[in-house]
């Protein structure tokens, strides 16, 4: 199965196949970080700093320490970006 992210004419992002699901969860998690960073809050209860981070090494393969959110938020973003120039449809 190929990976795909399309827009549909209602708007909606589908995000189809394991390597499109991946991109997604890394702009969440990216997401999730620059919100922890700015305001100190947490999306939710599994979304620690520490299990962020982790996400993050295990996504992009560098590894952050506590404190670099920003730093592990755009590299999840480039790598998000990259993974999903050749699925955008």
């Known amino acids: ?3 795909s992210i399309k827009q549909t004419e209602s708007g909606a992002v589908v ?13 969440t998690i990216a997401s999730a970080l620059r919100l ?5 809050m947490k999306v939710n209860r599994a979304y620690t700093p520490t299990n962020m981070l982790a996400a993050a090494t ?9 404190g670099q959110y ?5 590299a999840l973003t480039d790598w998000a970006n990259g993974q999903a120039e050749g699925m955008v449809k």
């Open 1 to 3: 199965m190929n990976a």
């Open 58 to 66: 295990q996504i992009t393969g560098k590894t952050f320490k506590r």
């Open 15 to 27: 995000f189809s196949g394991r390597p499109a699901v991946e991109v997604f969860r890394a702009k």
């Open 70 to 74: 920003e730093q592990a938020a755009q």
């Open 36 to 40: 922890y960073a700015k305001t100190g």
